[in-house]
């Protein structure tokens, strides 16, 4: 299993602004964060760490973002973190009284990779609203586990360290529901796959395929700065 | 119609979204796709920007932006 800086697993922290992702953040880490820039970006960038069952976490804060596609410079970032650096497990927090607008980054990050995690945050603001969501058909319909949360007073986050645990080491790989698009873009992915056949293994070559359709040129700067 | 035509207080549903490259994705990201409901809430003193409640959000388009979303209105929700 990939995704390891020394002997720590990289987990990588993803969600819309405004979902309460700091508060994730500092819930988890306990505060233990030291802040920078990305390289080249004047896109702030937090990392921290936690200790669970032993094993060393390295939790990284990615700009809050509704997507992964529309090439603002944190979009950017959150896509090439995810993407081109291949953290051990991505956690994506959703605020839970706004599911709908939140679960297209989700399927956005899922397009990318397996090791997803999903954050249902703000669920005492939800049930406030009488928001009532019921996480075992979510879970099914994603594919992917999703542990309720109230990071303001800590609520869920036990469950959703050893959610990270269990997705990073490897105990447990989600299987992410995906995407099938019509006939023609299947085809033309088809087409481009084999011409991809030289990149490194851990890329995901469907997405990349993906993107080139969409004729997004900045994953091909990327690539080359990359490889 | 199209969404930069459609009066405050009133419901629209999105038929069709003309606009291409970024802005197109802006406009899914956010969640306007074929069948949301939309209602223009006020426009800004000089009549542009107009803001528009999208699935729970209060989004800003411009004239020249909200003319490239096909509507229909519809009455009473």
């Known amino acids: ?227 | 119609m199209t969404l930069n035509q459609l009066p405050a207080g009133k419901l629209g549903v999105v038929l069709c979204i003309t606009a291409e490259g970024p802005i197109r994705r802006r406009m899914l990201d956010l969640g306007l796709v074929p069948g949301t409901i939309v209602k223009t809430l006020r426009s800004s003193p000089a009549g542009n920007p107009t803001a528009y409640l999208i699935r729970g959000s209060v989004i800003a388009f411009r004239s020249n932006t909200a003319n490239q979303v096909l509507i229909r209105t519809i009455h009473r929700r």
């Open chain 1, 1 to 227: 299993m990939d995704g390891k800086q020394g002997h720590s697993y990289v987990v990588a922290l993803a969600g819309n602004p405004n979902t309460g992702k700091s508060t994730v953040f500092n819930g988890l880490t306990g505060l233990r964060q030291h802040t920078g820039n990305w390289p080249g970006k004047t896109v702030v960038q937090a990392r921290g760490h936690f200790k669970y069952k032993g094993q060393d976490f390295v939790l990284v804060d990615l700009p809050g973002t509704y997507s992964l596609l529309a090439n603002s410079p944190e979009e950017q970032v959150a896509r090439n973190f995810i993407c081109f650096e291949h953290p051990a497990a991505t956690v994506i927090v959703v605020d839970a009284t706004c599911l709908e607008r939140n679960l297209n980054l989700v399927l956005q990050v899922t397009e990318i990779t397996n090791h997803v995690i999903v954050c249902l945050n703000l669920m005492d603001e939800a049930r406030r609203h009488r928001v009532f969501i019921d996480v075992p058909t979510l879970e099914q319909e994603l594919g992917v586990p999703v542990i309720p949360t109230t990071a303001r007073s800590k609520q869920g986050l036990a469950e959703l360290k050893e959610a990270i645990h269990l997705v990073s080491s490897g105990k447990l790989t989600p299987q992410p529901v995906r995407l099938r698009y019509n006939p023609m873009v299947e085809e033309k992915i088809a087409e481009i796959l084999p011409r991809l056949e030289t990149l490194p293994p851990v890329y995901n070559k469907r997405w990349i395929a993906l993107r080139l359709i969409d004729g997004d040129s900045s994953i091909l700067e990327e690539m080359e700065v990359k490889i």
